[in-house]
């Protein structure tokens, strides 16, 4: 992001959600002026889908839904599915795209953490919201995420990476360094999937791995 837009959205290490309210509540509902809207499911996501098995009995989580086309994903694959942003705008929009989804769109803040949701979900999905916010918080993400999976749930993460240190003057976004692999461990999660591809968008390299857990909440 150049300086001029990381100005105007007022991006602050110290209120890092803030700028997202900014945003969408400038948008329309075709996502226009949101750099991440694809208005689509993200294409590695959903060709992982295509090929997993149903989701029917199963919950199903995402985490900073944005525009809501993950969470809809998901829904048609049978899981039932809770969905959260951070911003009140991005869910009002998420509700207005996809009035008859069953998908129960809230907002919720994942840094705050959401105690009522610990080891509730059977997946926990994940794109590119680690990244959004400054390094500082990245344990903080990664334990609050973690704790949403339940006993023999899963976690999956799509993320970008840079091997350059990650600093709050580079971002946003800060794109991960490979060592947040390991780091899930710290919090129970083990990794079961890696599929890393060469070509990104931002950074080197883009990640889809996925987690188990692997010691109760
Ligand atoms: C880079 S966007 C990615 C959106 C979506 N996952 C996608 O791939 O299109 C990051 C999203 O996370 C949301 N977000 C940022 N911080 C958050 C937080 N602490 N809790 C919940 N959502 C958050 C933002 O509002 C934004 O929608």
Redesign the pocket.
Known sequence: MDESTRKHLGVQEDKP?DW?ETL?AGTKEAGAGVP???MAP?PLFKAWLEQAESGSGKTALV????LGD?ALALEAKGYTVTA????DS?IALCKKRFPESQVDFVQ????AGVPEWHGKFDLVLE???IQ??PPKYENTLIQNLSDFVSDSGKLLLITEIRKEERSFEKGP?WLLNPSYRKAFEAYGLSEIYHDPRAKAEMGEAIHLTIFKKTKAN
Request: hydrophobic share 50%; glycine share 8%; proline share 4%.
């Open positions: 959600t997202f969408y991440w809207a694809n993200h985490v900073g839904c944005g993950d959260f942003d951070v911003s991005a919720a803040d994942l840094l794109i590119f919201t959004a916010l976004p």
